[in-house]
């Protein structure tokens, strides 16, 4: 009997979250200001609100995929308590 903690579907949602969080870590990245010139581009609405709340939104869908059951996961659990 196999009991892992997570299921093939719980991996596969993992999976998903993690490249979302490299994907805002992604969109943070870019070239930054050097010493005697400024670069305005560290500024960028891409940079400073689009990123962080795509990474955030990764972290969040791991958290669900942590928590997610199957139909047939809840089902054998009721049963169990019966």
Do not use: C, Q, T, W
Not at 18 to 29: Q, R, Y
Not at 30 to 52: Q, T
């Amino acid at each position: 009997m196999n009991n892992f903690a997570f299921s093939k579907i719980n991996y596969i949602l993992l999976a998903m979250g993690m490249a979302i969080v490299i994907i805002g870590l992604i969109l943070m990245a870019g070239e930054g200001s050097h010493e005697g010139v400024f670069n305005a581009d560290i500024f960028s609405a891409r940079r400073i609100k689009v990123a962080p709340l795509v990474s955030l939104a990764g972290f969040v869908f791991i958290m669900i995929a942590i928590m997610y059951k199957s139909k047939a996961e809840r089902k054998n659990a009721e049963n169990k308590e019966n």
